[in-house]
T-cell receptor, first 113, second 111 residues
Framework: GQQLNQSPQSMFIQEGEDVSMNCTSS?????WLWYKQEPGEGPVLLIA?????ELTSNGRLTAQFGITRKDSFLNISASIPSDVGIYFC?????????????FGKGTKLSVKP | DGGITQSPKYLFRKEGQNVTLSCEQN?????MYWYRQDPGQGLRLIYY???????QKGDIAEGYSVSREKKESFPLTVTSAQKNPTAFYLC??????????FGDGTRLSIL
């Protein structure tokens, strides 16, 4: 199956630092979604993006739908220990009819107090 | 509360045994999905159902079976034909082109 290229694979940062991660694809997407997963739990939706160029915030999180519709970015400002987890990007390919999501492999975030 | 309920949270399978994972939703979503997650990996689609009494294979359907007799329920059976069943299984629901919402998962291990 098709995969998104998500980077970085993992990040080790100090509390208070800002975080950036991104997903890219060779295909055009018509939605981009960002999820966070904590150990032993299911992914939780953080931000949903529906239009090229869209910039949406959820507290300290900001995500953007790339202008080319082939990428998306997630930024976390002033990280705190509870930001620890795996962040997944996902999206629907433009023109697809099934509504199935394509997922990145995740970015594992570790925050040092 | 509206949501997705997966059970059991932990499940152990003996060799040659079929086991069934439950997924129930009260979000009134038409579509339901089963994913498999291995350590350090993303989510891989096993089966999905867009409507009652209809379902389609995903990317890794071999060794699995599903049914969709009710809108609220989408059970997944891991058959003995699945030789490497140890994984975290996630059920999700959604509407076309809308975000999917996930249950809390079932962790399946081999005895």
């Amino acid at each position: 199956g098709q995969q998104l290229n998500q980077s970085p694979q993992s990040m080790f940062i100090q509390e208070g630092e800002d975080v950036s991660m991104n997903c890219t694809s060779s295909s055009i997407f018509n939605t981009w979604l960002w999820y966070k997963q904590e150990p032993g739990e299911g992914p939780v939706l953080l931000i949903a993006l529906y239009k090229a160029g869209e910039l949406t915030s959820n507290g300290r999180l900001t995500a953007q739908f790339g202008i080319t519709r082939k990428d998306s970015f997630l930024n976390i400002s002033a990280s705190i220990p509870s930001d620890v987890g795996i962040y997944f990007c996902a999206g629907h390919i433009g023109g697809g009819s099934q509504g199935n999501l394509i997922f990145g492999k995740g970015t594992k975030l570790s925050v040092k107090p | 509360d509206g949501g997705i309920t997966q059970s059991p949270k932990y499940l152990f399978r003996k060799e040659g045994q079929n086991v069934t994972l439950s997924c129930e939703q009260n979000l009134n979503h038409d579509a339901m999905y089963w994913y498999r997650q291995d350590p350090g990996q993303g989510l891989r689609l096993i089966y999905y159902s867009q409507i009652v009494n209809d379902f389609q294979k995903g990317d890794i359907a071999e060794g699995y079976s599903v049914s969709r007799e009710k809108k609220e329920s989408f059970p997944l059976t891991v058959t003995s034909a699945q030789k490497n069943p140890t994984a975290f299984y996630l059920c999700a629901t959604g509407e076309r082109r809308r975000p999917q919402h996930f249950g809390d998962g079932t962790r399946l291990s081999i005895l």
